[in-house]
């Protein structure tokens, strides 16, 4: 409907119809074994779908050992983590989400504790419990930060087998059952690093100059698309600017945008930063909505579309963002986790389900009468 509050109205990318605008963005939740899914992903991400979000995107997959953040990322280099995957996207899918794949390499940002222990580099307490370091690798011998592991420099033929384990995944979330898949490209991993003059330093044909130094995430891309189904929609996160000075800014966000448009690439997902701990800070503290100016700008400028992230957190702040045309989808993270039926009770807010049709039936028959001051059930129903 025209008039419906634009949050819930459907989006159409490809041959997928996400119900709504609202998405579940990726969340690390360090608890997987040997990169193995388990009973709390299951539980995690099929109550976010029970709450009225549009897509699900579950959280960075490693598409080898050594690109996981921590001993508890999940990944996607063998068989058994796709048969685990099958029925928590099955069950995402039941209860009426979308889903969708962030697959990811950590580059020099790999190998560290989780964030609860320390968030850096690993220690003799890890060690003391068998999870031991292991090496990284990275466009430059550069660490992240003081005290981190140094990594391995790739080489050209390297590049070229990092980029056929991320085609290798991408078959493999095919066959888990995803109906998107979004690249991870932002917050200081492995594509990033690369983009960035702060930690690409390389004097070869993927570092220098702009060009060269999107030219890895470029073939990155055109590799993953290739081997994505053509129906099925890809996304890529992008840090749209590193906020620091010296580094990548919205201009070369907006100039790769548009490559990325050409090689296949729907959605742009747009964070921002965390390309390295030292160096100048160029953004303030953030605000709510801090990084939508960043999708709206690539939005117009390289005429793509966008999804915005960051400390959006009511109803009207989305539905603002949407009806300015600054963003066609609407991601959430921590403001998920602290209500996991945000999206039910944003189209409560909005009026866009008076009928909680949203909700899952088990709830919204119950919720409908509530509204209605229907307060009695019949005996047997609803029991304590």
């Not at 560290?112 to 003391?128: H, I, M, N, S, V």
């Not at 303030?284 to 909505?289: A, I, M, Q, Y």
């Not at 939508?292 to 603002?320: K, M, N």
């Amino acid at each position: 409907m025209p008039d419906a509050p634009m949050l819930f109205q459907p989006f159409q990318v490809r041959d997928l119809t996400i119900r709504n605008r609202t998405v579940v963005s990726p969340m690390c939740q360090y608890t997987a074994v040997d990169g193995v899914m388990n009973d709390w992903h299951h539980v995690h991400l099929a109550s976010l779908a029970r709450g009225g979000f549009g897509m699900v995107i579950f959280e960075a997959t490693g598409v080898e050992a050594r690109g996981r953040i921590t001993h508890g990322c999940t990944g996607l280099w063998n068989d058994e983590q796709v048969e685990v995957m099958k029925p928590i996207v099955a069950a995402v899918k039941a209860a009426g989400a979308a889903t969708c794949l962030q697959i990811a390499h950590a580059g020099r940002k790999a190998s560290c504790q989780r964030p609860w222990e320390g968030d850096a580099a690993l220690t003799e307490k890890e060690f003391a419990n068998g999870e031991h370091a292991w090496e990284i690798v990275a466009p430059s011998p550069i660490p992240f930060a003081e005290g981190w592991l140094v990594p391995r420099e790739l080489s050209i033929s390297d590049i070229a087998e990092t980029i056929d384990m991320w085609v290798a995944a991408t078959g493999r979330a095919e066959a888990a059952g995803f109906e998107a898949l979004e690249i991870h490209s932002a917050h200081g991993y492995l594509s990033h690093s690369f983009l960035s003059p702060i930690s690409n330093k390389r004097t070869d044909k993927y570092g220098g100059s702009r060009e060269n130094r999107m030219r890895f995430t470029l073939e990155l891309t055109e590799a993953v698309r290739a081997a994505w189904p053509d129906n099925k929609p890809l996304f890529i996160r992008l840090s749209t600017v590193d906020a620091k000075e010296g580094g990548w800014a919205i201009e070369d966000s907006i100039a790769l945008s548009k490559e990325l448009k050409v090689r296949g690439v729907d959605v742009v997902d747009c964070s921002s930063g965390a390309i390295a701990e030292a160096g100048v800070n160029t953004m303030p503290t953030p605000t709510p909505g801090y990084q939508v100016e960043y999708a709206a700008a690539i939005r117009a400028g390289a005429d793509i579309p966008t999804q915005a992230v960051g400390l959006i957190l009511s109803a009207s702040q989305a539905e603002t963002i949407l009806r300015s045309g600054q963003a066609d989808l609407i991601a959430l993270a921590r403001e998920a986790l602290h209500d996991p039926f945000w999206p039910v009770h944003a189209a409560e807010e909005l009026g866009a389900d008076p009928g909680y049709a949203l909700w899952p039936h088990q709830y919204g028959y119950w919720l409908a009468n509530r509204a209605r001051g229907v307060f009695a059930a019949r005996p047997g129903e609803l029991e304590d």
